[in-house]
């Protein structure tokens, strides 16, 4: 059984930095971060396939994704963060068919919040 468990959430105010972690259990290989807002569907943030990195625009360099497969964990390197980037993150892995973005993984970590204010 794959267990996804994130870390490194907490509020801090806009322009400011945060570093999620996603370590899993009994897993290597592709990885992704996903956010939901109150009221929102949830949405890719960021994801890394084969080697390669994919993020959503909304993102693009304020946010980086990195692996580190000795460790069985994922990192979301968050700059410049924005309230708009309020919401609680999640680690997904295994991709099962699909973009990145899609919700086809087939493991779901429990979630980390992340609140920025301005």
């Known amino acids: 059984q794959v267990r996804l468990v994130e870390s490194g959430g907490g509020s801090v105010q806009a322009g400011g930095s945060l570093r999620l972690s996603c370590a899993a259990s009994?897993?290597?290989?592709?990885m992704a971060w996903f956010r939901q807002a109150l009221g929102k569907e949830r949405e890719g943030v960021a994801g890394?396939?084969?080697?390669?990195?994919f993020y959503a625009e909304s993102v693009k360099g304020r946010f980086t994704i990195s692996q580190d497969n000795a460790k069985n964990t994922v990192y979301l390197q968050m700059n410049s963060l924005e309230p708009e980037d309020t919401a609680m993150y999640y680690c997904?892995?295994?991709?099962?068919?699909?973009?990145?973005?899609?919700?086809?993984?087939?493991?779901w970590g429990q979630g980390t919040q992340v609140t920025v204010s301005s």
């Open positions: 997904a892995a295994g991709l099962h068919g699909g973009a990145w973005y899609s919700p086809n993984w087939h493991y």
């Open positions: 009994r897993y290597t290989g592709s």
């Open positions: 890394i396939v084969l080697g390669a990195t």
